[in-house]
């Protein structure tokens, strides 16, 4: 399946998509936010992606009340309500950043956990609805998103095949015309055992539509390898700094790391061409010094009837090729050859 984000063409037969995830680690700081927006944008990502979650759309008032202190102060600070309240973008943010994405010339996206946000996101006209994994058996909020009339990209972590399979109707009984999947191991990182990177070949094969990759794991070799079995969105978690204080940014890309995500996947999308089996005209004409060529190996004299046993092999390529040595054997000299002279046509009766 073909997606059409604000008219940038998504899925098979185009490179791969790059979602720049940033998610929370803004850390609640717009001027950070604007950093790493202009930075994925030099990095080469497609899209800056946000989380559009408030301190009430989320989480409940009881599991703000078992999470009043965390022993691990790199990742949290004060209770879990102090940081979904710091970390939350109110809508004014999601206009502001979305006008300097447009500034920088970079897709803005965010996640939706509510129907309220799934409205704001399309006013702000983003090229698609991304749906996280945990919203696989959210089966309202997939109807609401499929009711924009926007491309729906929903994660598959955590989710069965069934619970997968589900989702999809749901969304495409709900109105959703384009819908991709992305294969997705909710694990922060997930171990290399466990992230089963042939479900991009699986869900493609199930389901027929698009299907991408958001990953989790650490540096750049797994998301390319996505892209190299075909993974048409790659997501992945950004920072400018892995020691920032926060959830994500210990797992996260930095800058070079996005920059080779971004470069070399388009290198990989090029390589990888079709099935079709061509030889490029680069390689044609490489044939004329690599190959080989019929040579005599001894002094022969005018009127010699060739033997398979007058004939070595050896290039370049240009004169009479080893696939051709059975209509030279049995023909007659024109004239004497001197040892290891390169046979040609005109050289015979």
């Known amino acids: 399946m073909e997606l059409n984000f604000n008219g940038r063409k998504v899925g098979e037969g185009h490179a791969p998509y790059i979602i720049a995830e940033i ?6 700081d717009m001027q950070l936010a604007k950093e790493l927006v202009a930075a994925a944008k030099e990095a080469g990502a497609d899209a800056a992606k946000f989380q559009s979650w408030s301190n009430k759309s989320l989480i409940s008032k009881a599991e703000y009340a078992r999470n009043t202190h965390y022993d691990d102060t790199k990742k949290h600070f004060g209770s879990l309500f102090e940081m979904v309240d710091k970390y939350q973008f109110t809508p004014e943010q999601h206009y502001e950043i979305a006008e300097y994405c447009q500034k920088q010339n970079i897709d803005f996206m965010s996640t939706p956990f509510a129907d309220d946000e799934v409205d704001l996101l399309v006013e ?3 090229p698609a609805i991304k749906i996280a994994s945990m919203d696989v058996n959210h089966l309202l909020l997939l109807e609401k998103a499929a009711s924009s009339g926007k491309p ?3 994660s598959t972590g955590m989710a069965n095949l069934e619970e997968i399979a589900r989702a999809v109707s749901t969304l495409q009984n709900s109105g959703a015309k384009e819908i991709s999947l992305l294969h997705c191991i909710s694990i922060y990182p997930p171990e290399y055992k466990d992230i089963h990177l042939n479900n991009i070949i699986g869900l493609k094969e199930s ?13 750049t070799a797994i998301p390319l390898a996505a892209v190299a079995l075909g993974a048409s969105i790659i997501e992945k978690h950004f920072t400018l700094d892995k020691n920032l204080e926060g959830w994500d940014h210990d797992i996260s890309a930095d800058f070079e790391e996005l920059k080779t995500i971004c470069q070399e996947s388009k290198n990989i999308f090029a390589a990888l061409g079709n099935k079709t089996r061509t030889v490029s005209a680069a390689e044609l004409e490489k044939r004329k010094r690599f190959r080989r060529c019929a040579v005599i190996n001894k002094d022969l004299k005018a009127g010699h009837i060739i033997q398979k046993e007058d004939l070595e092999f050896k290039r370049p390529g240009t004169g009479i090729h080893p696939d051709q040595y059975q209509f030279i054997i049995g023909r007659s000299l024109k004239h004497d050859l001197a040892n290891d002279s390169e046979l040609a046509w005109s050289d015979f009766l």
């Open 23 to 28: 998610g929370s680690n803004h850390n609640g």
């Open 124 to 126: 702000l006209n983003v």
């Open 152 to 154: 729906i990209v929903l």
């Open 207 to 219: 389901f027929g539509l698009s299907v991408g990759f958001s990953d989790h794991s650490f540096g």
